[in-house]
């Protein structure tokens, strides 16, 4: 016969030992989180949630990537940690203050890997995530917040509605000076592009082939958010699956020969090297005709990774690249100006001409 071990008594209250100590110890946050919900306002979010924020916020944890550099560009200051500590590289391209921030991990995508405890153990004000809206980022939205209590925004992250993202999220943050300034260059570049690009024909349009990775082998579907800006340059994207939108893919050597690019941007430095040794990507009109490109990628790239408003600069660049005779641009010259205002660092000659080297 098993003895049975006692059960805890209750108190006069009705509540056992452990049940008193759970208590004691969630007191704190239960009474933080009142006191933040009595200096509260109701923000309706881009899938229409309607989230009590704080009146006041000082420290803001972002769930993935692109709301890390969001967040960085608008409010560095406010920003608990990195999703992603930067690499030594991409050191010299961020403000001194940021540069050691701790890494808190990502909430979204396959790669989560956030603490929902050492998130709490931060105290943030807001948890924000920049990016698609769906039913999938919805649900973890509403699901951390419950088991937080802190409050989780959702912004839509489409390029098209980058400065109006800017905006929103500025005024949430109190930054709404800085946050004018962003979303009006924004809005600049988007504008220029769009008129010296929109009455090209279709037959006049560069064919442009995304080539990711070291062999150059992974792209992005035409439509998708990692070739978006590709397109919005006035380029045509080789890679069609068929059927829009859609992400990364996987395609061979003999479907880029038969589509015959005549103009390569790459994300992966050891590509240049790769197109120009091996012998059947030599057989690429791209490649013999010298048009392979290096995206800069420093602090964070400039066609995706991560796929925000680092990307405005990108349209630029592809622009300029695609139609030199229509979208006139100094590269340097917008490259300093970009880099101070959206990330307050003054570039060096010596790290221009590393950020720019391959993409000219």
């Given at each position: 016969m098993t003895a049975r071990k006692a059960a805890p008594r209750p108190n006069a209250r009705g509540r056992s030992a452990p049940a008193r100590l759970a208590a004691l110890v969630l007191a704190p946050f239960?009474?933080?989180?009142?006191?933040?919900?009595a200096h509260a306002r109701e923000i309706v979010d881009s899938a229409g949630r309607k989230v009590a924020v704080p009146d006041r916020i000082t420290r803001v944890v972002a769930a993935g990537p692109p709301a890390s550099a969001l967040m960085y560009v608008l409010a560095p200051e406010k920003l608990v940690g990195w999703v992603l500590k930067p690499r030594p590289a991409e050191l010299p391209y961020l403000l001194s203050?940021?540069?050691e921030l701790p890494e808190v991990g990502r909430l979204t995508g396959r790669g989560g890997t956030a603490n929902l405890e050492a998130i709490i153990a931060a105290k943030p004000d807001l948890i924000v995530d920049f990016g698609s809206i769906n039913a999938t980022f919805i649900s973890l939205a509403d699901r951390v917040q419950s088991q937080t209590g802190i409050p989780y925004l959702l912004i839509d992250g489409r390029f098209a509605n980058t400065a109006a993202a800017v905006r929103l999220f500025g005024s949430i943050l109190g930054v709404e000076a800085r946050a004018s300034m962003i979303a009006g260059r924004t809005e600049q570049v988007l504008g220029a592009v769009e008129k010296a690009v929109q009455a090209v024909p279709q037959s006049a349009r560069p064919r442009v082939y995304l080539a990711r990775r070291a062999d150059g082998l992974e792209s992005g579907n035409r439509g998708s958010i990692n070739t978006e800006i590709i397109e919005r340059a006035g380029?045509?994207?080789?890679?069609?699956?068929?059927?829009?939108g859609g992400g990364?893919?996987?395609?061979?050597?003999?479907?880029i020969l038969e589509w015959n690019p005549d103009t390569i941007i790459t994300t992966d430095r050891n590509f240049v090297t790769h197109a120009k040794t091996e012998a059947a990507w030599l057989e690429v009109g791209a490649v013999k005709r010298g048009r392979v490109f290096l995206s800069p990628s420093l602090p964070y790239g400039w066609i995706d990774a991560p796929p925000s408003i680092n990307r405005v600069l990108g349209l630029e660049w592809l622009a300029a690249l695609f139609y030199p005779d229509r979208f006139h641009i100094d590269v340097r010259t917008e490259t300093r100006s970009?880099?101070?205002?959206?990330?307050?660092v003054d570039l060096t000659n010596d790290?221009?001409?590393?950020?720019l080297e391959g993409a000219k």
């Open positions: 239960l009474l933080s989180f009142v006191l933040h919900a203050s940021a540069r380029a045509t994207n080789v890679v069609d699956s068929g059927r829009p990364l893919v996987t395609v061979s050597i003999e479907q970009f880099y101070k205002l959206f990330y307050q790290q221009l001409d590393r950020l």
